[in-house]
């Protein structure tokens, strides 16, 4: 699943995050003999999803090539308190260093992936796909994404240069929705367009224009229902917007095709990981 773009990402990421920690240098670890080893654990404390090896592997291999990581369990996996999630052994400064930034990546990306298996089990055994959104935490766009499939979801577009998505202070710029489609259409002919609705009526004015997706916006589950009557399989239907575990199943079941949750990555709690030292 880590395509080349991925990998780019996150050995820039991995720098970036090292270079922010470490700065002139690790102070406190600069007191341990070079000569030292360790082995040390990664454990669990919560009931998860994992996600993130690849970003905390990547950290120890920038920092000292003689350290060794060896996993228990692997992305997409779900996993458990108390549970050991991989060894890590070799020279005690740069594990010492590397320690915090590891932690970091592996307990956000595990975070938004456990939260995106929570969203795609409330859907389970209905035709919808759950979509992320751009509302990513800075910087980690590549990586949140990464973990929201882990995690059983789906991507929305990746950000402002793969998709079109017209909304609403687009649609009053333009001048119209027709306008904004045509607009679009002619700009970057094959390009995904996608258009944001707040009606029926402009509903039947995106199809009117030729529109083949559209956002219903903040829609209840019964104006949902009705949307997806009125346009009889022309175009795709994602809901979005006061959507979350308590109602997702609802809105899922009205019919339509996609939904999407920004809450998959903003609303992102890190899971409780330690990293114990055996020797």
Not at 64 to 75: E, H, K, L, S
Not at 194 to 201: A, D, F
């Amino acid at each position: 699943m880590l395509l080349e773009v991925l990998d780019t990402d996150l050995l820039e990421g991995v720098r970036r995050a090292l270079n922010e920690d470490i700065g002139s240098g690790d102070l406190t670890a600069a007191l341990v003999p070079e000569s030292a080893t360790i082995t040390t654990t990664v454990v669990c404390r919560e009931a998860a999803v994992l996600c993130g090896t690849a970003w905390f592997n990547a950290v120890f291999a920038e920092l000292d090539t003689g350290i060794t990581v060896n996993w228990q369990a692997r992305d997409g996996n779900r996993i458990g308190p108390d549970q050991s999630l991989c060894s890590i052994t070799g020279p005690a400064a740069p594990i010492l260093t590397g320690e915090r930034t590891a932690l970091n990546f592996l307990q956000t990306l595990s975070g938004t992936a456990t939260l995106a298996r929570r969203y795609a089990d409330a859907v389970s055994g209905l035709p919808v796909r759950i979509l992320d959104t751009r509302k990513t935490l800075p910087g980690l766009r590549q990586a949140q994404k990464y973990a929201v499939r882990t995690g059983g979801c789906h991507n929305h577009r990746m950000g402002l240069y793969d998709g079109i998505l017209i909304k609403e202070n687009h649609i009053a710029a333009a001048g119209s929705i027709e306008q904004a489609i045509h607009a679009a259409q002619a700009l970057s002919p094959g390009t995904p367009v996608e258009v944001e609705v707040e009606n029926r009526e402009q509903v039947a004015a995106a199809l009117a224009a030729g529109a083949e997706s559209l956002l219903l916006d903040n829609f209840s589950s019964g104006e949902l229902a009705a949307t997806v009557r009125q346009v009889a399989g022309r175009a795709r239907l994602e809901a979005s917007g006061g959507i979350d575990l308590d109602n997702i199943r609802e809105v899922a079941a009205s019919g339509v095709d996609l939904i999407s949750v920004g809450a998959l990555t903003k609303n992102v709690r890190s899971i409780d990981l330690s990293m114990l030292f055996l020797k």
